[in-house]
């Protein structure tokens, strides 16, 4: 079975600057989908970005961009720039390729974004 | 569009009591999960469905819950008898499987059972 651990259950960054938040996971599969969510006080959950295991190049959205680490089964977030209203859990997010949508949730980070 | 909707909000019980939670997925979207997030254990799927068809329901706890999909438009996650522990936000998702793989969150259900 897939594992994903988040192992900073909190952080926190001053408004404009740079954070990362650490994920790694475990699995024996080679065809694989990562992803960040977004949980605001609001609780909506709402994807951030998404990386696919057969690509080398890192995702980037906007402010968001990640490090894919595929053979040390790593998957970090870096916020650029960060505002306020990045305040939010954040859950790293493992699925397995070939059809499957199940996705295995980390325990989440929360992130509180200090003015 | 208006997003998944799940209804009611918030949820109240006493211990034994039914629970129907009810969940409208996106229009178009072909497959529809139930997520339980709680304090002890995160965020976990219960089940989910493909074109109304339950595909792994390997998470659901145990016989006291059951999901249901009627039709493309509408699901239900019941719990019968519930119990204090499970308490818990339920979150439905959808999804477009064969054009993305984003699940699409509702805003959850706040179950609270005494």
């Known amino acids: 079975a897939q594992t994903v651990t988040q192992s900073q259950p909190e952080m926190s960054v001053q408004e404009a600057e740079t954070v990362t938040l650490s994920c790694t996971y475990d699995?024996?599969?080679?065809?694989?989908?990562l992803f960040w969510y977004k949980q605001p006080p609001s609780r909506q959950m709402i994807l951030v970005i998404r990386?696919?295991?057969?690509?080398?190049q890192n995702a980037t959205e906007n402010r968001f961009s990640v490090n894919f680490q595929k053979a040390a089964k790593s998957f970090s977030l870096k916020i650029s720039d960060s505002q306020l209203g990045d305040t939010a859990m954040y859950f790293c997010?493992?699925?397995?390729?070939?059809?499957?949508?199940?996705?295995?949730f980390g325990k989440g980070t929360k992130l509180t974004v200090n003015p | 569009d208006a997003g998944v909707i799940q209804s009611p909000r918030h949820e109240v019980t006493e211990m034994g009591q039914e629970v129907t939670l009810r969940c409208k997925p996106i229009?178009?979207?072909?497959?529809l999960f139930w997520y339980r997030q709680t304090m002890m254990r995160g965020l976990e799927l219960l089940i989910y469905?493909?074109?109304?068809?339950?595909?792994?329901d390997s998470g659901m706890p145990e016989d006291r819950f059951s999901a249901k999909m009627p039709n493309a438009s509408f699901s239900t996650l019941k719990i019968q008898p519930s119990e204090p522990r499970d308490s818990a936000v339920y979150f439905c998702?959808?999804?477009?499987?064969?054009?993305?793989?984003?699940?699409?969150f509702g805003p959850g259900t706040r179950l609270t059972v005494l």
């Open positions: 998702a959808s999804s477009h499987r064969t054009s993305s793989l984003e699940q699409f």
């Open positions: 699995t024996s599969e080679n065809n694989y989908y």
């Open positions: 990386q696919e295991a057969y690509k080398q």
């Open positions: 997010a493992f699925m397995k390729g070939g059809g499957s949508e199940k996705l295995v």
């Open positions: 229009s178009g979207h072909n497959s």
């Open positions: 469905f493909n074109n109304n068809v339950p595909i792994d």
